[in-house]
Nanobody
Framework: QVQLVESGGGLVQPGGSLRLSCAASGFTFSSYPMSWYRQAPGKEREVVAAITSTGTTRNYLDSLKGRLTISRDNAKNTVYLQMNRLKPEDTAVYYC?????????WGQGTQVTVSS
């Protein structure tokens, strides 16, 4: 079955960086676009970055452009989210997402906390 497992979250000071990873299994990873979402306390889940199956096209939430980089390694079935110059408002649970066989799949999420 499809599994998405995120890692790399943690506590970081404002201005710091983190790289999140999402290991995928159970489907032909290289054939599907992938996305990262986040959900802050009391807020709706929002998409922050997306990448096509080949990695040639990447899109970002406008407010986060310039601070995020989404990438993927199809040989490792892994998608990454590099986050730089983190701010307290980036604190959220970050989720990996894909849509496969007409179903939505989410990872369990990884907590990112930006605080001094």
């Amino acid at each position: 079955q499809v599994q998405l497992v995120e890692s790399g979250g943690g506590l970081v000071q404002p201005g710091g960086s983190l790289r999140l990873s999402c290991a995928a299994s159970g489907f032909t990873f290289s054939s599907y676009p992938m996305s990262w979402y986040r959900q802050a306390p009391g807020k709706e889940r929002e998409v922050v970055a997306a990448i096509t199956s080949t990695g040639t096209t990447r899109n970002y939430l406008d407010s986060l452009k310039g601070r995020l980089t989404i990438s993927r390694d199809n040989a490792k079935n892994t998608v990454y989210l590099q986050m730089n110059r983190l701010k307290p408002e980036d604190t959220a649970v970050y989720y990996c997402y894909t849509r496969y066989s007409a179903r939505d799949y989410w990872g369990q999420g990884t907590q990112v906390t930006v605080s001094s």
